[in-house]
């Protein structure tokens, strides 16, 4: 609360102040505390100020019973935060100035209070990219589904949970330099949910109607505030380049990132992805990588591609 008010009333945020180094702040609270709105105000003006920031984490509290989103990060965690803020001070900024926004993980579609549609999504590409691009300079958004893996530093992360929260917090997140649509998006959502558990009654399983979810790429690719540069991906079981060179011509993206996430890819869930970049003008295939070198070479193409419209 202090560091957003600007307050210099000891030493500590004296010294806040009065710097101009980079600031990486480790919150940690009680989770009633870090959910208040005074909190997320304050987190958001933090945030704006430039300040970056490294948790909290879901888990248990120091108090007996309690759980929640405000333990500290993981030392090692905070290390590689420190190790990255060091490292974007010193590597070229090609998308400084530039405003970026990224989708990551799945999403779950709820069929009753208990149930829900979902995939295996991890996230950790889309969060990836998040991370690779707030290193290259640029203001990042991150749009998350439910994920289990810890926020990219430097990016402000807006969570949701359906397809149609993750839409809105797009549309919401708008004007952008820069789109990755990077999450798994259900396809589908049950037609009309219940707000009571399913339950067994002898009879068979229940049917349930299904009903399209929105297009989240097909619309921000023609949308009227739509970002210059767009890049969406094609997760594949079979014909993985030929359905992203469709998904290119349909949905109005600058860039399909297709991926074979077939079982035997191991790809979701996993810590290595191979992808195949399809353009208007070809499809360049790239060799099995970390998702984090992914990632890095995605960042740098994009920027490439910007430059050169410049």
């Not at 987190?43 to 909290?56: E, K, S």
């Not at 090609?94 to 208990?114: M, Q, W």
């Not at 979902?118 to 590409?125: E, L, V, Y």
Request: net charge neutral; aromatic share 2%.
């Amino acid at each position: 609360a202090k560091m957003a008010q600007g307050l210099a009333n000891d030493l500590a945020t004296a010294c806040l102040l009065a710097t101009s180094a980079p600031v990486l702040a480790c919150p940690a609270m009680n989770p009633r505390m870090w959910a208040h709105p005074a909190t997320r105000r304050n987190a958001a003006q933090l945030a704006a100020d430039g300040v970056r920031c490294v948790g909290p984490a879901e888990g248990a509290m120091a108090e007996r019973g309690e759980t929640g989103v405000g333990r500290l990060s993981e030392p090692l965690e905070i290390v590689a935060a420190v190790e990255a803020l060091f490292a974007a001070a010193t590597a070229p900024r090609p998308l400084a100035g530039r405003r970026a926004l990224v989708t990551s993980g799945p999403t779950h579609e709820p069929i009753d209070p208990v149930r829900y549609i979902a995939n295996r999504s991890s996230g950790r590409q889309g969060h990836a990219i998040a991370a690779a691009l707030a290193a290259a300079g640029a203001e990042v958004v991150l749009i998350s589904g439910p994920v289990a893996i810890p926020d990219p530093p430097g990016v402000t992360v807006v969570r949701v949970e359906t397809a149609r929260q993750m839409l809105a917090a797009v549309e919401a997140a708008l004007p952008a330099d820069i789109a990755v649509m990077a999450a798994a998006v259900a396809d589908w959502r049950v037609a009309a949910e219940t707000d009571r558990k399913i339950k067994k009654d002898g009879g068979g399983a229940p049917a349930l109607a299904l009903t399209e979810n929105p297009d989240i790429l097909r619309t921000l690719g023609h949308h009227p505030n739509r970002p210059a540069f767009v890049v969406g991906f094609a997760a594949e079981t079979n014909d993985v380049v030929q359905n992203g060179r469709v998904k290119l011509a349909r949905k109005g993206a600058d860039m399909i990132v297709a991926n074979d996430v077939s079982p035997e890819s191991r790809v979701m869930g996993g810590l290595r992805n191979t992808v195949h970049i399809v353009e208007e003008t070809g499809v360049t295939h790239w060799p099995t990588l970390e998702k984090e070198v992914v990632a890095a070479r995605l960042v740098a193409l994009i920027a490439e591609r910007l430059g050169a419209r410049s």
